[in-house]
């Protein structure tokens, strides 16, 4: 059984950073690919980012490239995720998610992922 648990949402000025972490139990992690998904009230889940089994690969939303960055740590089971320069729009729920998508581009697609975890609160205030 893999269970996630995020943990650093908040609340936060616009211009701030946060650091959101996803931990993992069980001994498959580093199988996992391992992405972040945010959903906003009254709108779709959607795909924030993701990073592959040895951390080598990334994919980044167009809304949070250049912002955001994911990162991870096989040996402690972790996922982080670096939020820098927040903005009002980033207020979600934040959630991260693990599985083995057919491709890594399917990466972005929530249906690719069998493990979620409960979801953290990010307030990014004007």
């Known amino acids: 059984q893999v269970q996630l648990v995020e943990a650093g949402g908040g609340l936060v000025q616009a211009g701030g950073s946060l650091r959101l972490s996803c931990g993992c139990s069980?001994?498959?992690?580093?199988?996992?690919?391992v992405g972040w998904f945010r959903q906003a009230p009254g709108k779709k889940r959607e795909f924030v980012t993701a990073?592959?089994?040895?951390?080598?690969?990334?994919l980044y939303a167009d809304s949070v490239k250049g912002r955001f960055t994911i990162s991870r740590d096989n040996a402690k089971n972790m996922v982080y995720l670096q939020m820098n320069s927040l903005k009002p729009e980033d207020t979600a729920v934040y959630s991260c998610?693990?599985?083995?998508?057919?491709?890594?581009?399917?990466?972005?697609?929530?249906?690719?992922?069998?493990?979620w975890g409960q979801g953290t609160q990010v307030t990014v205030s004007s």
């Open positions: 990073i592959n089994q040895s951390g080598a690969l990334t």
């Open positions: 998610a693990a599985g083995v998508p057919s491709m890594w581009r399917g990466s972005v697609r929530d249906t690719e992922y069998g493990y």
């Open positions: 069980g001994r498959t992690f580093s199988s996992f690919v």
